[in-house]
């Protein structure tokens, strides 16, 4: 069993080392096994001297759960190779499909794991920031089930984090004005993340907490994208405004 979710982790890593797509997986995965498969796909990146910088969590607003067709909540794992830096390009052929999605980021001064409230994840907050996140699907035609795109690291690929701010006024209705090249693609506000972002970092406790792990002082936890993600094309820059906190921007080049 572990030999072949092991299999599945390789396949999976290799897709994206190598920006190829692969087929779905089986369809009788459990939702454990496809968290398992998770960790073992990121064990290949720690071994090739990756680091941990924090988890993403997905499927955080309704635009996302209509756009992918899934309505349960799920966390990937980041790491320093997929920090692009604000302002800063990344090329398309490191990427099967890319797409962004505008968010905002949390960096954590303390850990946090299990069932806490809001009050307890706002005193762990460091900083808020604007965050782009560059998602990509290992699976043919970013189409998925729900454990293929857990397996899959929840299609973590690449984050842009703006200048951070101290999170010490109201972020439940920051307005987001998401850009490509220019031309606003979407429009959002903060609530859109479960009613209020901060809800997306208690829900990350939790759901790492079931799973045995916790989020560390120092960790990035990106709150998931609040509105639907946009395809990208070589040549473009792309730009999140999110209303008292900035703007984070990066080009996909050829
Ligand atoms: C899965 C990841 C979802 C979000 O912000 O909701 C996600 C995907 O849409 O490919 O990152
Ligand atoms: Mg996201």
Redesign the pocket.
Known sequence: MTIRLNQVAHRLDDAARTAQAIPQLDSALSLDEAYAIQTLSMACRYERGERRIGI??????RA?MA??GISEM?F?QLTDGMLIENGGSVSRACFVHP?A?P?VAFLLRAPLSGRIDAMTAMAAVDGVAPAI?L?D?RYKD?KFSLTD?VADN??SSGLVIGPWSRADFDLSNLGMIFEIDGRVKQIGSSAAILGHPINSLVAAAGLVAERGLRLEAGDIV?A??ATA?EALSPGQLVRLTVQDLGIASFSLVA
């Open positions: 993403k969590m997905g499927f955080t607003s996302k756009q992918m799920i990937g797409r999605e968010e996140e998602i699907s970013f795109v929840s299609s990106m998931g994208g993600a």
